[in-house]
């Protein structure tokens, strides 16, 4: 039986991507394509948009008409609307796989809360790389101690909202988790800004149409060790977010992330 999806953000750069895949899958149902409403694309049917080709697809801006048809619903929006949907989610006790960034530290106490209500998968990257990244870099952290500096660098497009990316924070916590001493700083300005031993500095360069590049550099004991992704296509995220809508689907509540599908991955 297939899995029926909701894509939210149905045609920003993620959506059309997701979209596409979930039309090219077999495993795959999409139910409906979510847009805000004032979408020029409302009434449109998503398949013509992505595909060239009518698929009885509609694009509306009211999720709660559909979501009983759907067994989960994937969020690539802003903060607010992804709130607002995975409470109607919850209502219905769908799954949701969230891929929104820029979250607040209280939209994200919501969303936990939220969780307990419904299953939720949430990840500020869906790539498998970037995830295995997450993974190695405590290890990392830890083996090479504190004689190291450590700094952050990445770079996406120009039209991307929010900074620093909710990938390169989520590096800074791995990080941090385990050399507690560390206090985030964003860039540098001034006369006086001699790096001090603590920092972990984060920075975020917006440039043209880069998908997205993230660079972890380790420096002490005259040698640099440098951990880095890039992205080539965005259908690297795509592919991990349907890999996650796959794994969320009929799970308990509670709030996963895509470390507990490359766990699944594996033991699979």
Partial sequence: ?????????????????????????????????????????????????????????????????????????VEFSSPDATLKHLRIVSEFGKGMVIGTTGFNEEQLKELEGISKKTPILISPNMSIG????????????????????????????????????????????????????LVFTYGREGSNVQRKKEELAIHALRLGEVIGEHKVIFAGNNEVVELGHFAISRDIFSKGAILGAKYIEGKKTGLYTMQDVLSAKLSG
Wanted: one cysteine or more.
């Fill in 1 to 73: 039986m297939s899995t029926r999806l909701i894509i939210s953000g149905c045609l920003g750069r993620m959506g059309k991507g997701i979209s596409r895949l979930v039309l090219l899958d077999s495993e795959l149902e999409l139910v409906v394509g979510i847009e805000q409403s004032n979408s020029q694309g409302l009434g449109d049917d998503l398949g013509s948009i992505i595909l060239g080709e009518k698929k009885g697809i509609l694009i509306s801006e009211d999720i709660k008409e559909y979501i009983e048809d759907a067994d989960v619903v």
């Fill in 130 to 181: 970037v995830n295995v990244l997450f993974k190695i870099i405590p290890q990392l952290t830890e083996l090479l101690g504190e004689d190291y500096d450590i700094e952050i660098v990445e770079t996406h497009h120009s039209n991307k909202k929010d900074a620093p990316s909710g990938t390169a924070k989520r590096i800074a916590e791995l990080i941090k988790n385990v050399r507690r001493d």
